[in-house]
């Protein structure tokens, strides 16, 4: 059944049916008790139609404490927030996937003196007018009379927590003074993909130091969307995409994640392209030139997924896509390559069009240079060992001993890990220096910005030594700790 939105605002108030659906009054009878759900009030601004804001407004008894309105079958259940003894209002924008069925019943539900009222009420003529197709609402439009109240004696609601539209605005940044780590955000993105378009749900992904508060802003739409901390160091929050936002504000949007009196900020990554990680071989390898080579690559996406058909695979400028094997995830290429340095550069496109393009370069070397890798050559890396966490203020020196006048290149690829995710890897370091008469050389990794400082990163350290027809190579995990 298809929706059609109404093309003015409807705004009813369901009174209770007098004359045969009532029950007949007594000339003795007493004046009735006032009821705990007097009537509601609903109001659209675009029908049922995605992005539409439904308004709800319900009329009660003023002892009347929590109160929801369920949509019919939809699971759609509005939270009513009490605007003063006996007035209940709330709202829901429809989502593209929201099936609310006008022809079925609203169930409204208040707490009186610790027990559970609910009673029933039809959706007004005009909205069950969509259900049969029609585009427009009548010109006159008469208040549907709601089904006979239902009181039911239930436990008390759990306490449910007010809806407001917006927050109040955040304080101004302050200067850290309690003692602690800083608080960093490594990335601010949308995980659902597809244009911003009216009764769409976007999904905000917030990946920073755990622990903390957070919450977003759209400049010109609303402010104080909360992001909750799904996992550490993680935070989710999801906003419907209402008909009057600005598709284009939403590019402007900012979260900002508070501790203490430790606040910092970060502008959305919109639409983020895939990222490309786990390079075979990695950049800077000498391989064997024994056998079929593996050129491989992993490729994620946070959005709608990466579209293999728009996936390019290069070697040495030649275009190798139809030899290798693609997977939304995967790029895998097994190819005879004869003795000397290879470029290969991985192009991939989202679902979106956003696109990514990683280069990394080998040696394919003759078996009678094999022995030579990694051979006779000594290396000694003597700062750290494999595994070994980094302090928290983003030092990283890299110092290690081999044969006099030996040349050292010392390469460092981060990769931010938040919760049991993978964020983006990325090449910080490679330079290649010279080591003293004594063999001693040393390696200084510049600061790396805040996503370098996050708790859980890690740095991939590889250093090649070589002189004359001799090399070695050392590779160890340095992880960041927290503090």
């Given amino acids: 059944m298809k929706l059609r939105p109404t093309a003015a605002a409807l705004m009813l108030a369901l009174a209770p049916m007098t004359g045969s659906l009532m029950a007949p009054a007594a000339s003795a009878a007493p004046a009735a008790a006032q009821p705990a759900i007097a009537n509601i009030s609903v109001n659209s601004d675009a029908g049922l139609s995605p992005g539409a804001t439904i308004r709800l407004q319900l009329a009660t008894a003023p002892n009347a404490g929590q109160a929801t309105v369920t949509l019919g079958d939809s699971g759609v259940v509005v939270t009513m927030s009490q605007k003063g003894a006996g007035n ?191 390079l075979q071989p990695a950049n800077g390898d000498r391989i064997v030139g024994r056998g079929r080579t593996h050129i491989g690559a992993r490729i994620t996406d946070e959005g709608g997924g990466v579209d293999p058909s728009r996936v390019r695979l290069r070697l040495n400028g030649r275009d190798v896509t139809g030899e290798a094997r693609i997977t939304p995830d995967e790029v895998h290429l097994r190819a005879d390559l004869d003795p000397g340095r290879y470029a290969v550069e991985l192009t991939a496109r989202d679902t979106a069009g956003n696109m990514t393009t990683k280069t990394w370069m080998f040696e394919v070397v003759p078996e009678r240079q094999a022995a030579r890798v990694g051979g006779d050559l000594p290396l000694q890396l003597t700062s750290h060992r494999n595994e070994t966490p980094v302090d928290a203020d983003g030092n990283l020196l890299i110092q290690g001993r081999t044969v006099p006048h030996a040349t050292v290149r010392v390469q460092v690829e981060q990769t931010s890990v938040v919760g049991r995710r993978a964020g983006v890897s990325r090449d910080v370091f490679d330079e290649t220096i010279q080591a003293d008469r004594n063999g001693l050389f040393s390696a200084a990794v510049p600061p790396r910005g805040r996503a370098g400082t996050l708790p859980g990163t890690r740095f991939e350290v590889r250093v090649t030594a070589s002189s004359g027809n001799q090399a070695a190579e050392e590779r160890i995990t340095l992880i960041q700790r927290d503090g």
């Fill in 88 to 278: 209940f209002t709330g709202s829901h924008v429809v989502r593209r996937n929201d099936r609310i069925d006008p022809a079925q019943l609203m169930t409204a539900r208040v707490v009186v003196d610790g027990r559970t009222v609910s009673r029933q009420f039809h959706y007004p003529p005009s909205f069950q007018a969509l259900a049969m197709g029609a585009t427009t609402a009548p010109a006159s439009v008469q208040a549907q009379a709601p089904a006979p109240a239902q009181v039911q004696v239930q436990p008390p609601l759990a306490p449910q927590p007010q809806v407001q539209a917006q927050a109040p605005v955040p304080p101004p940044v302050q200067v850290q003074t309690s003692p602690g780590p800083r608080m960093v955000i490594e990335r601010f993105f949308i995980r659902s993909s597809g244009p911003v378009e009216a009764g769409r749900e976007l999904r905000f992904r917030l990946l920073a130091s755990p622990g903390g508060d957070a919450w977003l802003d759209i400049p010109g739409v609303i402010q104080g969307v909360d992001l909750r901390e799904t996992r550490p160091g993680e935070y989710e929050g999801a906003y419907t995409v209402r008909q009057r936002d600005n598709p284009d504000a939403f590019r402007t949007a900012v979260a900002s994640l508070r501790r203490g009196d430790d606040r910092v900020t970060a502008q959305l990554q919109f639409n983020l392209p895939p990222q490309i990680t786990d």
